[in-house]
């Protein structure tokens, strides 16, 4: 029996979770779904490809969202952590005043609270240690930051002047274009309302790809030439 659009849609799903979209072709899709269901699906082969094209599509908008949500948590914890420095910062500065207008007020009595004035002494011998922390907070910070973007660095590739220019970055990773060029294509709207499987281009994207129209599941073979190594 073959199977319905809905079951197709949700085995595609499964095959999409964890596989490379930049290696995945909708014919290895079509042939896995086959050996599952244990139908030939030759005939429902454009349906198949639409489907698949639309979990893609899919898949990269839950990536950005999740990537817009974690960019949000770390600019407030960045917030958060500033604040907290501010606090701490501000308390010496108070104590400060404290001592200075206490002095100030009861200059007779000076000579008395010699005992005071060394601990004052003390607590102002304090105060780098509490700059020093906070300096080697920063230290850390950077360290931590240097290598949480090594990684990305090492893999990064140059991209030809045509594609920087459709996706506004002079170098990116090799999945990270393929999912932007997913992204320009959804907001231009370019999908062929003839056949989904394919995106027509526009002005800017034919010097890319170098043809009208072009099968978007298949267009690394055209942006390929556009990258190399950084």
């Keep these: ?3 319905s659009d809905d079951q197709i849609l949700e085995a595609v799903r499964e095959i999409l979770k964890d ?11 079509r042939g896995m ?9 030759a005939e429902r082969k454009k349906r198949i490809s639409n489907i698949t094209l639309d979990v893609v599509e899919e898949i990269n908008r839950a990536q950005d969202e999740a990537e817009e949500e974690a960019a949000e948590e770390g600019s407030a914890q960045e917030s958060q952590e500033d604040e907290d420095d501010g606090v701490v910062d501000a ?15 009861s200059p007779a009595k000076r000579p008395r609270k010699a005992a005071p004035a060394s601990s004052a002494r003390g ?9 020093a922390k906070k300096e080697d907070n920063g230290e850390e910070d950077g360290d931590s930051k240097g290598k949480r973007s090594g990684g990305a660095y090492s893999a990064m590739l140059s991209l030809s002047p045509e594609l920087a ?3 506004g970055e002079p170098q990116m990773r090799r999945s990270d274009v393929v999912k932007r060029m997913w992204a320009v294509i ?8 003839k056949d989904g499987r ?3 281009n526009d002005e800017q994207l034919v010097k890319v790809f170098g043809v009208k129209r072009v099968q978007t599941f298949g267009m690394m073979k055209y942006l390929k030439k556009h990258l190399v190594p950084a």
């Design 1 to 3: 029996m073959d199977p």
């Design 19 to 29: 596989a490379d979209l930049n290696t995945i072709s909708t014919k290895k899709v």
């Design 33 to 41: 779904l086959e050996e599952r269901f244990g139908v030939d699906l």
């Design 91 to 105: 308390k010496p500065k108070a104590s400060a005043k404290r001592k200075s207008k206490t002095e100030a007020i």
């Design 123 to 131: 607590a102002s011998a304090v105060k780098p240690k509490k700059r």
């Design 165 to 167: 220019d459709v996706l």
């Design 186 to 193: 959804r907001e231009r709207n370019l999908k062929d309302p």
């Design 198 to 200: 394919f995106h027509i």
